[in-house]
C-alpha cells in the first residue's frame, strides 16, 4: 500500500491535437516529479540521408514533406542555405514574396493551433469541433482566419501544403499586382479578426506559471523575422547561422534515447513564439505592438501557456505585415534570378512558426547534395518542455489523474510540437528504477 | 453497419508521414463543421482528445508502413473498419520515405543518428495495401482537399468516389494551359502522371513532378525517351521518377531502367 502512495505513474499514450504521434510520462517518487519524458514514437523517414546525391533544385519540393502543417518553413530553410552554398542572393520584390508566403504560413499555422488545437484546452473541450456547439461563431471565425493565410499560400506558392512554387533563386512564377489585390481585401477582414482573436485568448484563465527561459530566435535590424536575421538569446549570444554547431550540440541525455538539442554549455533553451517576441517585441507592427500592451503581454511573457496570446499577436502581425508587402508590391524582371551549380557549403535558419529551423547543405561540383543537416525547432524545445513539466506538474499532484494528465498534455501544447518534422526524435525507452 | 439511428464514424489513422493529407480535412475551412456534423468523429488525433472506442464505418489512413509495430497496428485498424480508405503517396505508394527501398537502410540510419542502434526500422516502407485489404486509395503528396471531400461524400451516399485516373495532361487542356514541354521544352511528367491537383505546376511555369503517381497504363519509357531529348541524362531520368511515389510500380520500374547498376532490381512487384 505505501509503495502506491509514494510513487506514479502518469502516461498519456497518444497526445492528442498535436501535429505528429508522441506520448509522455512523468515519474512521482514520495511526492515528487522526479522525471518527465515526452516521447516521439513517429517512425524515422531520414530525409538527410536521402537528400544525398539529389541535385540542389530538388531540396525545397522535397524538404517541404518533412512537415505537412509548415512546408514553407522547411523550402525556405532550404532554398536560403543553399543560396549561400551558390553564392547567390535573392532580393526586392523575389524578397518580399517569400515574406508573403511565410505570412501566410504563420497565419495558417498559428491559427489551427490557436482555435482548433489550443484553444479548447482552456474552454474545457476535447475539440474545436465540440466547442463550436457553444462557441460556433468564434470557430467559424478562426477557420475563415485560417482560411486567409491559406490563400496566401495557394496564391504565391500554387497549395496549401507543399507550396509548388519555391526554387532555389526565387519562384517559378510571379503573380500579377492584379492577381494580389483580391487578397488584400480579405486580408483587411483578417486583420480585424486577429485584432479579436487576441482579446479573445488574451481572457482565458492562464495557470500562473513563469520560468527563466533562454530565449533564442532570430534578430533582424529593421523586421519581425521570418527569413533572416542573426541568431541572438536573452543572455548575450548573437551569431551567424553558420556558427549554429560551434555553440549548439544535439545531445544524448542520460537514461533517454532521445537527441535534443542545447547549448554546449549544456543549457535547455527555448525557441518560438515566445522566444521570438521577447527578443523582436520593437520590431512589431504598431497595431501588433499596441494589441500585445492591450492584451498584458508587457516587454516579455515567460508564462508558457501565455504562448497562445503570442501566437494571436504574431498572427496579427503576419496580417498587417501581408498587406504592407501587396501594397508596395511591384512586379519583378523574372521570377528567379539565375542560378548556376558549383561546390560549396551553406546554412540558413529561418522562424517556423514554431521557431528557429536550422539547416545545413554540403554540395559537390555538379551542384547535387553530398551532405544535409537539419535541426528542427521541436527537437531544441524538447529539453525545454520536459524541464516545464517537472516545474509546473509539482503544484498540481492533488488533482485526481484525469485531471493531471490533461493539465499534462495541456502544457505539452504549448509549444504547439510538432512531431513529424522532428527527424531526429527516438522513442524513448523509460527506466522506471 | 450504420443504424439509421446513428450517424456514421469516422477515424482518422496516421503511420510515417508529414501529417499533410489528415491536414486536408482540417483545410477544409467552409466544409469542417458540415462534415461534422454528418459524421461522428471518433477518432482523429490531430484533431480532438475525444474517443470512441469500438468499430468505424470509414477509416481515413495516412501514412506508410516502416516499423514491425505499424504493421501490427494496421491490421488491428483493418478489422475495426468497416471501409478503409488510404489518403496520399505515403499510404497509397510508400511515400518519399519509401527512398530506403533503394538503399541501405544501416546505412541510411547511420548517416542520420549518432546511435543507430537505437532505431528500429523496417528495412523498407511499404504501402497500406501490402499489408491489409484496402477499400480505395486516393492519390496526392498532398492529396487534394476537393478529392477528399468527394470520397467522404461518396461514402456516406454509398456509391464509389470519382476521381479520374486521367493524365495531368487532360487537366492542363481542360484548364486551357499551354503545354510547357511542347512549347517551352520543359520537362514534365504530367504525360505519366495521374490527375487530380488541377494540373498546378504547369500553371505556375513549371513541369509536372508526379506527386499523384502513375496514372492509368502510362507509357513512362516513351515519355523517358522525350525527356532524353530535351537533354536530361541517365543519373536524372533515374531520379525524376524516384520521388513521393518512388516505389509505385511503373514509376519504380522506369527508374531502374535508368538508375545504378549495383542498387537492388525490382524484387517487391
Known amino acids: 500500500m505505501a509503495g502506491k502512495t509514494s510513487r506514479k505513474t502518469i502516461r498519456v499514450d497518444y497526445l492528442a491535437r498535436v501535429e505528429g504521434e508522441g506520448a509522455l510520462e512523468v515519474v512521482v517518487r514520495d511526492g515528487r516529479v522526479q522525471s518527465a519524458a515526452l516521447s516521439i514514437f513517429e517512425p524515422p523517414r531520414f530525409f538527410e540521408a536521402f537528400l544525398r546525391g539529389r541535385a540542389f533544385g530538388e531540396v525545397p519540393d522535397i524538404t517541404a514533406r518533412i512537415c505537412g502543417i509548415c512546408p514553407v518553413a522547411y523550402q525556405m530553410s532550404s532554398v536560403h542555405a543553399l543560396e549561400r552554398a551558390l553564392g547567390v542572393t535573392v532580393e526586392g520584390p523575389l524578397r518580399a514574396l517569400r515574406r508573403l508566403l511565410y505570412c501566410g504560413e504563420w497565419i495558417e499555422s498559428h491559427t489551427l493551433h490557436a482555435y482548433l488545437l489550443h484553444a479548447p484546452d482552456f474552454l474545457g473541450y476535447a475539440g474545436a469541433i465540440d466547442m463550436a456547439g457553444d462557441h460556433g461563431e468564434i470557430v467559424k471565425r478562426g477557420l475563415q482566419l485560417k482560411k486567409v493565410g491559406n490563400e496566401i499560400l495557394t496564391l504565391v506558392g500554387g497549395r496549401e501544403i507543399h507550396p509548388i512554387n519555391v526554387r532555389v533563386g526565387g519562384f517559378y512564377r510571379v503573380p500579377r499586382r492584379r492577381e494580389l489585390a483580391p487578397l488584400a481585401e480579405r486580408l483587411k477582414w483578417a486583420r480585424e479578426a486577429a485584432l479579436e482573436t487576441v482579446r479573445w485568448v488574451a481572457g482565458f484563465d492562464f495557470p500562473e506559471a513563469e520560468r527563466d527561459y533562454l530565449f533564442v530566435a532570430l534578430r533582424h535590424p529593421g523586421e519581425y523575422p521570418f527569413n533572416e536575421g542573426r541568431i541572438v538569446s536573452g543572455r548575450g549570444l548573437d551569431i551567424e547561422a553558420a556558427d549554429w554547431e560551434n555553440h549548439f550540440e544535439e545531445i544524448h541525455v542520460a537514461r533517454s534515447t532521445a537527441l535534443q538539442a542545447r547549448l554546449k554549455s549544456g543549457e535547455s533553451y527555448l525557441v518560438g513564439p515566445l522566444a521570438r517576441y521577447a527578443l523582436n517585441a520593437d520590431r512589431l507592427s504598431p497595431l501588433a505592438r499596441e494589441a500585445a500592451t492591450e492584451a498584458g503581454l508587457g516587454a516579455v511573457c515567460r508564462n508558457p501557456y501565455r504562448s497562445i496570446v503570442v501566437r494571436a499577436v504574431e498572427v496579427l502581425y503576419a496580417c498587417d505585415e501581408a498587406l504592407r508587402i501587396i501594397e508596395s508590391y511591384e512586379e519583378p524582371d523574372a521570377p528567379a534570378v539565375p542560378v548556376e551549380p558549383r561546390a560549396g557549403s551553406g546554412c540558413a535558419a529561418t522562424e517556423a512558426p514554431r521557431g528557429l529551423l536550422w539547416h545545413r547543405y554540403r554540395l559537390a561540383e555538379d551542384g547535387s547534395v553530398a551532405e544535409a543537416r537539419i535541426v528542427p525547432p521541436t527537437s531544441q524545445n524538447q529539453a525545454a518542455i520536459e524541464e516545464d513539466l517537472v516545474a509546473h506538474i509539482q503544484g498540481c499532484l492533488e488533482l485526481p489523474d484525469e485531471a493531471l494528465r490533461e493539465r499534462c498534455e495541456l502544457t505539452v501544447r504549448n509549444y504547439d510540437p510538432c512531431i513529424s518534422c522532428a527527424t531526429h526524435f527516438l522513442k524513448l525507452t523509460m527506466d522506471r528504477g | ?269
Open chain 2, 1 to 269: 453497419m450504420a443504424s439509421p439511428t446513428r450517424k456514421p464514424r469516422l477515424a482518422v489513422w496516421k503511420f510515417a508521414s508529414c501529417d499533410g493529407c489528415q491536414l486536408s480535412l482540417l483545410d477544409c475551412e467552409d466544409e469542417l463543421l458540415a462534415v461534422a456534423g454528418a459524421l461522428d468523429i471518433a477518432y482523429f488525433m490531430e484533431a480532438t482528445r475525444g474517443r470512441i472506442e469500438g468499430r468505424y464505418d470509414l477509416s481515413l489512413v495516412e501514412g506508410s508502413i516502416t516499423t514491425a509495430h505499424d504493421a501490427e497496428r494496421i491490421r488491428e485498424v483493418r478489422r475495426r473498419s468497416r471501409r478503409l480508405v488510404t489518403i496520399g503517396a505515403c499510404a497509397t505508394a510508400g511515400g518519399i520515405q519509401g527512398l530506403r527501398n533503394f538503399a541501405d537502410v544501416a546505412e541510411y540510419a547511420a548517416a542520420v543518428y549518432a546511435r543507430p542502434d537505437y532505431i528500429a526500422t523496417l528495412a523498407t516502407s511499404t504501402p497500406i495495401a501490402e499489408h491489409v485489404p484496402v477499400d480505395f486509395e486516393l492519390r496526392g503528396c498532398p492529396i487534394s482537399k476537393r478529392q477528399l471531400l468527394e470520397v467522404v461524400s461518396a461514402f456516406l451516399a454509398g456509391r464509389r468516389p470519382v476521381t479520374p485516373a486521367h493524365s495531368v495532361c487532360v487537366e492542363c487542356k481542360l484548364r486551357g494551359t499551354v503545354c510547357v514541354m511542347v512549347a517551352h521544352g520543359t520537362a514534365c511528367l504530367g504525360p505519366v502522371t495521374h490527375a487530380g491537383c488541377g494540373a498546378l505546376c504547369p500553371a505556375y511555369d513549371r513541369g509536372c513532378y508526379g506527386c499523384f503517381g502513375p496514372k492509368e497504363t502510362p507509357n513512362p519509357a516513351s515519355l523517358s525517351g522525350r525527356l532524353a531529348a530535351l537533354g536530361m541524362d541517365g543519373g536524372q531520368l533515374g531520379r525524376v521518377y524516384r520521388s513521393f511515389n518512388a516505389n509505385a510500380p511503373e514509376f519504380r520500374q522506369e527508374s531502374q531502367r535508368h538508375g545504378r547498376q549495383d542498387e537492388p532490381q525490382d524484387d517487391q512487384g
